[in-house]
């Protein structure tokens, strides 16, 4: 694998500058989303809370993000991009006013995470479609899909390390600031970037916005390649992804260790999903990709199986890294796929409903793992979870020659594959 070949996106001008812009501006949100979660931790001592807010910030994704996906297709992406990251910078500096002024409170905080939210449902799936408008070369898409997925990798594990750091040496009130100013990268990126087509619109919309609703979930659901890779990823969503949620209970109560513990076992799952990202981006065969996206997931569920038998903290440590590697190769694997695949004048509700399957499902798993975790325990909930996402895989590699069938003629059709 060459450095060449992994970073071929930023020949791209457009690229350089998008990843550039959205490097520093990722790294300050996810400061954002520390400094919240500490805020609510140190004030209430109240771990509900604390889930209930992760709850409201993500719902919307499942709620917003399939109209949004309408919006996407009629409007300048640009210009949405823009708003969302505007409304969001204002949305940081009025935190950072309001806790250097010592008026901010709990509820406060949980507005505007609510509000962070809605505008990620829509701020995500733009984002995402807007990838596809500033790479010249199709064949790229791999690319740039694994290099951001890899820079939301590194960032989780950056930011919240900075975060301490500031915390500690300076205030909550800090952090929020350097969100709010690192928003400007990323809005005067998107000025700088040049795009032949501002506007995605192929054809006249219907006034129904539920006719079009409905349009871009028969689209998703009645083709199967599409159908099987959203269902699949909605699988590792739903049952596989709430690992994260039980983590604590492995780190604290069966691995016998502590806040240190599990800082290690979620950095180690960060750093297995950043090299995931990496070694994506170094692919190019399409192929491939299929057959990444139908053995990762077995990858994902046998890993989370050993993970949550082990009783050794370093067995534990080796595993984790395994779990966030597969995740993010079928993550991205998937983004790319269906990116390539989409028709133009659909691709903004695909990937809102591709949204919707990674992001609107993981709450309502967390809940659901978490329920079974309280009923059964933790390590019998994982296993259901990594059964779940091996049997998803074994499906889905049934199903693959005839998905590789249907895929064909249209990678013919765009150039990216010859006869």
């Not at 807007?130 to 890899?150: R, V």
């Not at 995605?200 to 599409?226: C, D, S």
């Not at 990496?278 to 996206?293: E, F, P």
Request: glycine residues 8%.
């Amino acid at each position: 694998m060459s450095l060449t070949q992994s970073l071929q996106s930023f020949k791209s001008r457009n690229y350089r500058l998008f990843f550039s812009g959205q490097s520093l501006s990722m790294i300050g949100s996810l400061m954002t989303e520390t400094t919240c979660a500490w805020l609510v931790s140190s004030q209430t001592e109240s771990v509900t809370l604390l889930g209930l807010i992760g709850f409201l910030s993500q719902v919307p994704n499942l709620i917003v993000s399939p109209l949004a996906g309408i919006w996407i297709e009629q409007f300048n992406r640009r210009n949405i991009l823009i708003a969302t990251q505007f409304i969001m910078m204002i949305l940081s500096l009025a935190l950072a006013i309001f806790a250097f002024t010592g008026i901010i409170s709990i509820w406060q905080i949980i507005c505007a995470s609510i509000l962070q939210g809605l505008l990620s449902s829509v701020e995500i799936p733009a984002r995402y479609a807007f990838i596809m408008d500033i790479i010249e070369n199709k064949e790229d898409i791999t690319n740039a899909t694994a290099l951001h997925s890899s820079l939301l990798s590194g960032s989780r594990i950056i930011a919240p390390a900075i975060a301490g750091i500031i915390i500690a040496s300076l205030s909550p009130a800090h952090c929020f600031l350097i969100d709010g100013i690192s928003y400007i990268t990323i809005i005067t990126a998107l000025l700088a970037i040049k795009v032949n087509k501002l506007t995605m619109v192929h054809r006249n919309y219907q006034n129904n916005i539920w006719q079009n609703l409905k349009e871009g979930f028969t689209y998703a659901y009645y083709f199967l390649p599409i159908r099987s890779i959203l269902l699949l990823i909605a699988l590792l969503s739903f049952l596989g992804m709430p690992y994260l949620r039980i983590m604590p209970v492995f780190a604290i109560q069966i691995l016998q260790g502590d806040s240190t513990t599990l800082g290690f076992l979620t950095g180690a799952s960060g750093l297995g999903a950043l090299c995931g990202g990496i070694y994506l981006s170094s692919q190019t065969n399409l192929v491939r990709l299929g057959k990444i996206i139908a053995f990762a997931p077995a990858i994902f569920g046998t890993a989370l199986i050993t993970f949550s038998l082990s009783r050794s903290f370093w067995l534990s440590l080796m595993i984790v890294p395994i779990i966030g590697c597969s995740y993010i190769l079928e993550y991205s694997s998937s983004n790319s796929v269906l990116q390539i695949i989409s028709d133009d004048e659909k691709r903004g509700r695909l990937m809102s409903i591709y949204n919707m399957s990674v992001m609107g499902i993981i709450p309502f798993g967390n809940l659901f793992i978490s329920g079974l975790a309280s009923i059964f325990n933790a390590t019998n909930a994982l296993i259901f979870g990594g059964l779940s996402c091996i049997l998803g895989s074994i499906i889905f590699y049934k199903m693959l020659p005839k998905i590789e069938n249907l895929l064909h003629p249209i990678y013919v059709s765009k150039g990216i594959l010859d006869e």
